[in-house]
């Protein structure tokens, strides 16, 4: 009979675990017992004929680790473990539950996905489930059934931990950073698919496209990735404005690139592109418009079908000028709009270069092993 079956079987059949847990019981026992054994014969022989008289003190040291002791022991420990784990574990269900709307059944089915999504991706229960919770107040797979839901958060979760690991973010910031991002072109890009009868895009598709996209541009300049991150989200409320495609977009990601590996940070990279666009849609005086040989209403046409490459031309005009009047046609665009655009007189066969490599790098997404640099 094994030391403690009794006891600990009270415990279990109390505490309602006991057939979760009887195998674990059982590997524990013999897994002591064969312990106990070669820590005695170790500790008897090498600690006597190391200490002599002193080693007195091995008996006291085997005694404490025989296989009965060690039995007890071990399941007290590994039980007081589990139960802790499992506490800590439904607490921060609890807030998955309250983003999600899932309850019962359904709540406790995604925590099982997300316990398997640790285990597969190697990621800690905290971050499984904040990633859970981010999916959730984003409204990831709603409007399906529960089961729907739960794969979309689920493949949201998954994307967000590969993209994670690229740009060596933690996992609740890599998820609140794309919740923030897609949020204004999310819907935009699913009303554009849906005109031209394509699948709808799910969430997992957007990180696993743009994460490829921002990390393929930080892997090939010196631009981090939350530093474009920060630009594009600084950007957000132009991006809602226009609408932009899904291949524009990725042009936005590579104009930001390459006006911050010019040293500036995110924030104020994003800023300047942001101010550059409001002021060009002003056309105060029809001064910016004039750089194209158009009016304001031509300019306005052009930067609605496409901003960036309007951006580029209005860069290219300036750079046509004569230098005493390059200033003074960069000042059109606001004082930090100012500064983007005489970057941007320098950069343009940079810009052009990293919007063909972000298009298809947004293309082919992380699904492609190779970029996951």
């Known amino acids: 009979m094994e030391v403690g079956r009794v006891e600990v079987g009270a415990y279990f059949a109390d505490h309602g675990v006991k057939a979760g847990l009887s195998g674990m019981e059982r590997d524990v026992n ?10 005695k014969n170790v500790l008897a022989g090498d600690l006597a004929n190391t200490f002599g008289p002193a080693a007195g003190y091995a008996n006291v040291l085997t005694a404490a680790l025989n296989p009965a002791t060690l039995a007890v022991g071990s399941l007290a420990v590994g039980m007081g473990i589990a139960t802790k784990m499992a506490m800590n574990y439904n607490t921060m269900m609890v807030g998955v539950g309250k983003t999600t709307n899932l309850v019962g059944q359904d709540l406790a089915a995604l925590g099982s996905d997300l316990q398997k999504l640790q285990m597969e991706m190697g990621i800690t229960a905290q971050a499984a489930t904040s990633m859970a919770e981010q999916a959730g107040s984003m409204g990831v797979g709603l409007g399906g059934t529960t089961k729907y839901q739960r794969e979309e958060i689920i493949g949201f979760s998954k994307a967000v931990t ?7 973010m933690d996992a609740s910031t890599t998820a609140d950073s794309f919740g923030h991002m897609g949020s204004v072109v999310f819907e935009s890009f699913n009303d554009q698919r849906r005109a031209q009868d394509q699948a709808a895009m ?6 696993m496209r743009s994460g490829s996209a921002i990390n393929s541009l ?9 530093q474009i991150i920060a630009a594009m989200d600084k950007i957000g409320p132009t991006l809602k404005s226009i ?8 042009d936005w990601m590579a104009l930001s690139g390459v006006i911050i590996a010019t040293g500036q940070s995110g924030e104020h990279t994003g800023e300047m592109i942001k101010d550059a666009f409001r002021f060009a849609s002003l056309d105060n005086g029809g001064n910016i418009s004039k750089l194209l040989g158009t009016d304001t209403a031509g300019l306005s046409q052009m930067l609605d079908e496409d901003a960036v490459g309007t951006v580029l031309a209005l860069g290219g005009a300036i750079g046509e000028l004569p230098l005493e009047e390059q200033a003074q046609a960069a000042k059109e665009f606001g004082a930090s709009g100012m500064e983007f655009m005489k970057v ?5 066969d940079k810009v052009r270069e990293k919007i063909k490599q972000t298009r298809a790098e947004y293309a082919k997404g992380f699904g492609d092993e190779s970029n996951l640099g």
């Open 30 to 39: 013999r897994s002591a017992s064969s312990m106990g054994r070669g820590f």
């Open 162 to 168: 590969m993209a994670a690991g690229a740009f060596k």
């Open 202 to 207: 799910g969430w997992e598709e957007y990180v």
């Open 218 to 226: 930080a892997d090939s300049m010196p631009a981090k990735e939350y």
């Open 243 to 250: 609408t932009p495609t899904e291949e524009q977009y990725a």
């Open 344 to 348: 941007l007189v320098k950069e343009q």
